[in-house]
């Protein structure tokens, strides 16, 4: 075993770190937002008071004292939690991992070492690690590969290990994920057991392990496990088809990302990294084209992905209802987990356009400003209005408009805390000689770049803003590009370079190249003015409304800030007057429709039930951030405005 | 134990027969529509094709050799089957008792007397009968209340029994279904077992058990377990709420029909037995309001209920999807057996229009024309065109645009059978002097009535035309009325008196009052021309579309209508264009929307993605009967069309 041997980037303190193309990533440290940044206060809280959350629930349920029988050989009797519930401890050591090392912390690691020194306990002789089977009392090992979760449960151990990997090096939890890793190798390899876990997680992890330890044995299991998809291996049953497993279609043949969407998710993530890995341009290509087509046609406005509750899945193309939607928080840490994978290899400005998507209106949305509560499904419409929010019990169900302290299958908080501890890494890449600024915010970037340092001050008010100034503080003495993301929205965008030259700038990449010094300023300006984004009309469920973005802000309509009077259902908004910015969020035109009286106990169609709205007479309707919603208080909520309907 | 007793009514050999009010259904044989008319057909082969059909796939699959196990004593191991596949042998013969009531036949009679031996075998001693608990290799009885079915299977026993009696008096299955209501009472009684049966249905059977035995045991064990639901007995667990069950709030206290659809409408239905034995008006009008909610807020356009998949649940109110709508052929089933219930109690019209409506666009559509597939989910649109059907294998899942042969869930084939078996007691009814027809179809009505008799002969292409004529045949020498319902949508309809006097007649009742004498004609000519229905603005789902109705008939749009270089999901049509008649659908005036492009990789909201539609350059799109979609070949499907959208 060896500490992490990168020898294909400068640095490697980061979640993907691939050893063939030339981008890599920022590693932890090399960017630093502000704490009274957008994203800073976050982080900060994250630190601050989310891990602790997170291990006083697992206590309290006794998720960690499932380990504790285990070490202790005592046989298990009704196991509190679900089989997968040991993945929250591996997802917070692996948040924890990226968060001592971004700003060492004695509380954390405190945390840190006493969770550790559990989970080592319960690992057996030959490398197994899960306190759900395989132990008195439980099932035997492997005994449901379906829904038993034990790989899914160990890749996150794995990649607990990588982070601790390339953060501190060598440790207790590092020489447990090898030893898992090892067994998982042994137990499933090309002569073991010719099966698959149902939930993917393990591909990408051991692929991760492969680059972190240099190990290509690692490597070869994941691909392994990607080959073996789509083959119809694991049984299925009612409610839990082929499809929620991916385990209908090999990942080569698949058109778009199908069934549940966080395995989807995962698992396309792995096989990015696989495909990087052993050079296999193919396979990159059609995860290429299935992503292409899973954002064109089955993703939100918020960048939430999952559209059914049922199968907690993809819908089929154009099925996006916004009530209805799921939009799991983890399927948004996983789409990002994806999309900075294809980023990583070819470079494009459009995985990063929907990773910030998704920080703004997905991750932001699902963590209370305390980081005590989460989202677990982000909806885009809610119509009945939820009882106030409970925050001493656990959540049932992953619905009702109200942020909730933990959920019973409790996968999205730390999954939340580690992505918070690791997202200033994608905020920045380094390739050859071009420096990418990849997501906006105040703070300080500090790279290696052409054997040098390049060191940028960052000031802006983004997103709230548009304007974002970039003042180098250290150069190399050699031309380097630093290279900027405008997003594809930001109609109208400006650039200025050191020299004071202004010039219009398309959405993609500007590259301002030079040999800078110290003091160089460059200037992007954004327009982030309101505006309407009407959906494809293809998506039937929001045919006849439109939306209202800001910069990368997705608003909303909140009954909290309509008119007693006004009904949320019965507000129709003027399309003629354009939106105008109002504090973070904007200002509409609207009014409220009528309806003609129809005789009661009919079904809601008529001839006569077209509605009129008179918007001449209209009224400013305040809209926020869409990641703010039930902030203020539990309320019914909408991102699509229905605007005036067409008359026969 | 007696045969049928039911003083209170002339006659009484249907499935609702109640002993307080003056209202009565007709009877087995008191209507008869024409085999060649649009149920005559249906009833036809159900009674050739589908018995058999059940019969063989329940033999198949084991169902039946369940109760043969469970009567030689053998242990069962690995049982085929739901918990609850009993109640299909059940309603199958709830079915035949129907059938073979209607019209003799002695091959029916034959599986008839072969089914009743095999469960009769099954009973234990003390009236216990099933084959999934309580008996070698199984649970323990009663051990899982929510999910059990135990009461759920033996109250379709008992509904079979009540058929029975009420059509041939105390046989086999008759003595079975009463030790098994007997059985019921003892455990379950008032010092009995205090909790209920995860899915109702034992309420409907209990209170009708009473009504056909005159014991009112039967109805005081309904009464405990409608009064006992909505108190949170049930243990709940995830993805099983207490709303699924209806266990959250008690019958009194809810608003509106919530959780799992059929178990919410078969609770409703024997919560109206049992307010009606008990004279209980409160209760009444509490489930009138619910169901008056329910179908102005939570119900499709073809009368079908359930908008989720998850939970094969209603949504909230104005939840109302076309795409996913579940629309539970089971659920229609349930829906006429609530409404059926408050229009005897009641004696509105707008209880019989719900059920015309979903007997012509649920039941009508969930049976393919040969009685030997069935769909189980009733959606309203279609997107990806499915494979080709499969008549050979168990469908799996309940969705998917086919019809299938069987379901590993497979309810809705014997509520099929049992349905169109009775679907004439539907047609008329009886209140003192006064003969309601309630449904129109081309046959013979022959009612008792103030002591004597009224044969009336109904001569009509209904409903693919509108002309209905009723020629009395036999009368009493005494004035009694004639009632006629005018369908709510029937804007324009005319009746015509025996005398000759023609007059517009408005939604609702007509009265035609008069001493009869053979050869009197009543005319009833309602409008059924093709006519736009606009969803109310609140069902967001629909939003900027309309549908099309001709008559009872809700109309769709499928593929196989378009030229193949149309796309269904591109179609717009013209709302100033009014829909004209072809063949029994509909012509309107459509369009291709044309989108402008946007570059690839992004997700499908932008500033100018507002599609336009030339309806000037239209063409004709024809539209059909919504029951016959899929007939013709699998594609894809809608009911509610696109309009112009509007332009900022």
Known sequence: MTTADNTATATGASPVVPTRGPRRGASVGEVRWDATSFWGTRIRTNAENTFDHCVAWMERLGWLENFDRVASGEETVDRPGWQFSDSEVYKLLEGLAWEMAREPNDALTGIYDGLVARVAAAQDEDGYLGTAFGHPGLPQRYSDMSMGHELYNMGHLIQAGVARLRTYGEDTLTRVATRAADHICREFGQDGRQTLCGHPEIEVAL???????????????????????????????VLLAADYFQDDVPVRDAEALRGHAVRALYLSAGAVDVAVETEDAELLDVLQQQWVRTVERRTYITGGMGSRHQDEGFGED???????????????????????????????????????????????????PDGRAFFYANPLQLRTAPEAAVREEVNMRAEGGTRAPWFDVSCCPTNMARTLASIETYAAAVKHDVASVLLYGAGDIRVEIAGATLALRVDTAYPREGEVTLTVTEAPDTQIAVRLRVPQWAEGATGTTPDGVTQSVAGGWWDVRRVFTPGDTIVLSIPVEPRFSWPDPRIDAVR?????????????????????????????????????????????????????????????????????????????????????????????????????????
Chains 1, 2 share one sequence.
Request: charged share 20%.
């Open 207 to 237: 692929a991760e392990f492969a680059r972190a330890t240099g190990d290509d044995r690692y490597l070869e299991q994941a691909r392994l496990f990607v080959d073996r998809r789509g083959r119809g291996t694991l049984p299925v049953r």
């Open 318 to 368: 154009w099925e996006l209802p916004p009530d209805r939607a799921y939009c799991e928080t983890c399927a948004g840490v996983a789409s990002i987990m994806f999309a900075w994978r294809l980023y990583l290899a070819t470079g494009q400005a459009r995985h990063i356009d929907l990773i910030e998507r998704t920080l703004f209106n997905v991750i932001a949305t699902a963590q209370a």
């Open 544 to 648: 006849g409304t439109v939306a209202v973005e800001r910069g990368p802000f997705v608003l909303c309509l909140e009954q909290t800030d309509l008119p007693a009077q006004i009904a949320l259902e019965n507000v129709s908004i003027d399309p003629a007057a354009p939106p105008r910015a109002s504090d973070d969020g904007a200002v509409v035109r609207g009014a409220a429709i009528s309806r003609p009286h129809v005789p009661t106990g009919r079904v809601p169609y008529d001839g006569a039930l077209q509605a009129s709205a008179s918007h001449e007479a209209g009224q400013d309707i305040q809209l926020v951030p869409y990641h703010r919603w039930s902030e203020r208080e539990p309320g019914t909520m909408r991102v699509f405005l229905p605007v005036a309907l067409p008359t026969a």
